[in-house]
């Protein structure tokens, strides 16, 4: 039984046989299949926790390629995100990746963090340079760039390193080129990319041929996430600095604006993103879940048999 730790304690130890299996590097992964990958974030809650282990636990017969865990800015979810992937590791089939941040640790304090992660199997790291904090009272950070990141980690062991890509530039890229040049740059130090979610399949297509271009062609899973809700959707678009797209909106809208409606029509859109994907060559599929297991689950028994 997986035991996910929450923001009020730990619950008790898991008692369950732990699976043997072999972890995996995914680097390996991408190398020899095209895997759906899953991310979540670590609960805050009692019923939070409750609700994501109910999700792996429906997630898990689907047989993800890996799946991810996100970090909490300034390092707020710092021992929630270590515990979650290791409950992962230990006690499901699933192979999972720590997301890490730059924001607000001293490089010494990364490096701990990588040590820890080593000494505790965990093979995977997404390496973000993390947004700066609100709060006046947090830090910087010594390390400000993924790309600083990502050298760090490789200083300290042998791990998978994976960074972020934006299929719309980033909110703080100076220009489309030099945010691509960037991405450039990290991803030939890294071994894969993840991207942010994008509704218009050709952004994805520019984002590689613009790599590609300058010579990077390392595996960058899209990043899918279902618009459930047109609200909730343009509130995290806002927050990541990309467009709702009009097109996405007239789509979502056309068979009413009922709740039911608009889910619906926003499986049927992602499922269209997903299969021009698959079918342009993408290496993969990454889901945002936000910790739900039903949209990605209806989304993959669209797809069929899966990506590999
Ligand atoms: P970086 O590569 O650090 O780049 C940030 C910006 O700086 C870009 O505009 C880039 O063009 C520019 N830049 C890069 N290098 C230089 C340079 N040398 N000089 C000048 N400009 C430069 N955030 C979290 O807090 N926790 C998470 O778990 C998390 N997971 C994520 C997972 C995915 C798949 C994605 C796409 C994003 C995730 N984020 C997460 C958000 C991410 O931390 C933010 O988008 C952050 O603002 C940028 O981090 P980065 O690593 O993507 O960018």
Redesign the pocket.
Same mark, same amino acid.
């Not at 997404?126 to 947004?131: I, K, T």
């Not at 960074?163 to 934006?166: E, I, K, L, N, W």
């Given at each position: 039984m997986i035991r996910v730790r929450t923001a009020l304690g730990t619950p008790d130890a898991p008692i369950s046989t732990l699976l043997s299996k072999t972890l995996a590097q995914i680097r390996d992964i991408l190398a020899r299949s095209r895997p759906y990958s899953f991310?979540f974030f670590p609960p805050k809650t009692d019923e939070t926790a409750r609700q994501l282990e109910a999700t792996l636990r429906e997630l898990e017969p689907l047989d993800p390629g890996f799946v991810s865990v !996100?970090? /909490?800015?300034g390092g707020s979810t710092r021992e929630r995100t270590h515990e979650l992937v290791l409950s992962i590791n230990d006690e499901t089939s699933m192979t999972a990746m720590a997301?890490l !941040?730059?924001?607000a640790h001293s490089e010494a304090e990364l490096v701990e963090i990588v040590q820890r992660y080593e000494r505790s199997s965990i093979e995977n790291i997404? %390496?973000? /340079? /993390?947004?700066p904090s609100k709060d006046a009272a947090t830090p910087p950070g010594e390390l400000? *760039?993924?790309?600083e990141l990502v050298e760090l980690i490789r200083s300290v062991g042998d791990f998978s390193v994976g960074?972020?890509? *934006?299929p719309q530039?980033? %909110?703080?890229?100076?220009s489309l080129a030099?945010?691509r040049a960037?991405?450039a740059?990290?991803l030939a130090h890294a071994d894969f990319a993840?991207?942010?979610f994008f509704f218009d399949p050709e952004q994805y297509f520019e984002l590689i041929a613009a790599l590609r271009e300058r010579g990077i062609d390392k595996p960058v899973v899209p /990043?899918i996430m279902p618009v459930l809700s047109i609200k909730a959707t343009q509130r995290m678009a806002e927050m990541?600095g990309s467009e709702f797209p009009a097109w996405m909106l007239e789509r979502l809208t056309a068979n009413g604006d009922d709740p039911a409606a608009i889910r619906e029509a926003g499986i049927t859109e992602a499922t269209r993103l997903c299969t021009t994907l698959l079918a342009a060559g993408a290496p993969g599929l990454?889901f945002y879940t936000l910790n739900g297991s039903i949209a990605t689950r209806e989304i993959v028994a669209r797809l069929g048999k899966g990506p590999s």
């Open positions: 991310e !996100t970090y /909490g800015a997301h !941040t730059c924001t997404l %390496a973000l /340079g /993390g947004d400000t *760039y993924a790309l960074v972020a890509a *934006y530039p980033h %909110a703080r890229a100076t030099d945010d960037r991405t740059e990290k993840v991207t942010n /990043g990541q990454h």
